[in-house]
């Protein structure tokens, strides 16, 4: 049996040793991708922006409701006469309800906007969830592919070390030239750089891990492609994509937004009519000087009602500016959708093909490993009798390590791939997975502060 066998044998038996000691504590995928749904500070900070969002709805819905104010004043007066001095006392205080009746259909308008803004914010968060996710599994894997490609670094470099030390060894007893260990000592030496980049971009690796899931990765379970939710063709996928992804979604809510937006502007240009509505108490007391009348002191009390009508002549240009650029906004948004649309198209024909080419690539790149490494050890066979050189078997040795890391890093290819297509058709969400987290449901918060007349408390108690 050759070396590079029993390496190979006692690798496989040291990682299935480790697997059964720990696979009940090992993370999985869709274990990474709960705590990704949870943990996740951008996911979160999404939320709490969807949130605020929700509370445009009753501050337009404030436009149709009545305003109360209350007033009080108390005023003192003293005056130095002939006779004496005079002082005056007089105050009032009161309560004033206004009520807007008819502002253009500005408020209706207002309202219409906030409702399809909440409904853009809804489906924003839902593309959050699926870039989140996606993120979790893409750093998921590189934690797997580059700790293996570390794994391997180290490996060759014992490999090199001890064809080093045996290239030395024949050169001790004439059987070698001084080339071949200067050649073995020169791979070796590549050999360490190489481990120590494969161990920094493993820890760098790691680093994005802790940052997107949002704990630290222990031992973590290969993870498998989501084959089962690809859709049949390239076609079917960029259907699907094009009728309910939430990018393009949300795209075409902010077009409803927008319209909406330039009829309440135009509704200023509209009269408006509104009532008044009040109560006042008043009260005066005059003392100081003799003789002096106080008939008028005492306590008085008044109401009011009225209504006002407004019509706009001319705002300076003010109001017919706001009315051109909202025009504007919505036809910028009506092109934002198209943008989405081809963001999403071009996102879906890339991760299918990047799936195809890396399912390939990983049954080409076994076959090449497998075939890699019958050749070197041939190659260590031939120079053991003569028939090769050193550099011979420093070069096959090469070849192996290069086409492992060209497998791990296909068969990392072949997972992100499967989730990047199933993002790209927007069908990436913690319902369609079954992870086993409490779904976070936007639509909660809304209903609960949608019809608010007051109230200082968030629906969570804050």
């Known amino acids: 049996m050759s070396l590079v066998t029993k390496k190979v044998l006692a690798a496989a038996l040291l990682a299935a040793t480790a697997l ?9 995928l869709f274990g990474a991708l709960a705590k990704a749904y949870q943990l996740n500070s951008t996911l979160n900070s999404e939320r709490a922006g969807a949130r605020v969002t929700d509370e445009s709805v009753p501050i337009a819905k404030s436009g149709w409701r009545p305003t109360i104010t209350g007033s009080g004043t108390i005023d003192y007066t003293s005056s130095e006469r002939t006779l004496g001095t005079a002082r005056l ?8 309800i206004d009520q807007m ?45 580059d700790r293996q490609i570390a794994v391997l670094t180290e490996q060759n470099l014992q490999f090199l070390t001890e064809q080093a030390r045996a290239a030395r060894s024949r050169f001790e007893v004439g059987e070698g030239t001084r080339t071949d260990v200067a050649q073995a000592d020169a791979s070796r030496a590549a050999a ?110 008044s109401a009011t009602v009225g209504a006002t009508l407004t019509i706009p002549i001319y705002t300076g240009g003010r109001t017919s500016a706001l009315v051109r650029q909202s025009k504007e906004s919505l036809g910028q948004a009506r092109i934002q959708v198209d943008v989405s649309r081809d963001q999403v198209r071009q996102a879906v024909v890339s991760a299918w093909t990047q799936y195809v080419a890396a399912r390939e690539s990983v049954s080409a790149n076994r076959a090449q490993v497998e075939a890699q490494e019958l050749a070197l050890n041939g190659v260590i066979e031939e120079r053991n009798v003569g028939q090769r050189t050193t550099l011979d078997v420093l070069d096959a040795q090469a070849d192996v390590i290069t086409a492992q890391i060209n497998l791990v890093s296909a068969e990392r290819d072949v997972v992100v791939a499967s989730y990047a297509i199933i993002s790209a058709i927007g069908a990436l969400s913690a319902e369609r997975l079954g992870l086993a987290v409490a779904e976070y449901r936007p639509q909660e ?17 804050r």
Request: proline share 4%; net charge negative.
């Open 20 to 28: 059964s000691s720990t696979a009940a504590s090992a993370e999985t």
């Open 89 to 96: 006392t007089t105050g009032s205080f009161g309560v004033q």
């Open 101 to 145: 009746l008819f502002d253009g259909f500005q408020t209706r308008n207002n309202v219409r906007a906030a409702e399809a803004q909440v409904r853009a914010s809804f489906e924003s968060l839902r593309n959050q969830v699926q870039n989140t996710l996606f993120d979790a599994a893409s750093a998921y894997m590189d934690v797997i592919r």
């Open 192 to 301: 360490v750089a190489q481990v120590a980049a494969a161990r920094a971009q493993a820890e760098a690796s790691e680093a994005t891990y802790r940052q997107v899931v949002g704990d630290e990765p222990g031992r973590l379970q290969a993870g498998q492609p989501l084959a089962r939710m690809l859709p049949g063709s390239l076609d079917q996928a960029i259907a699907i994509a094009a009728g309910d992804h939430p990018a393009i979604v949300a795209t075409e809510y902010l077009v409803d937004a927008a319209a909406f937006s330039v009829k309440s502007n135009e509704g200023a240009l509209l009269p408006q009519v509104s009532a008044s509505a009040g109560v006042q108490r008043s009260y005066q007391n005059t003392e100081g000087l003799p003789g002096v009348s106080t008939t008028n002191d005492g306590t008085f009390n």
């Open 445 to 461: 918060h809304y209903d609960a502060v949608k019809n608010k007349w007051g109230g200082l408390k968030t629906p969570d108690g």
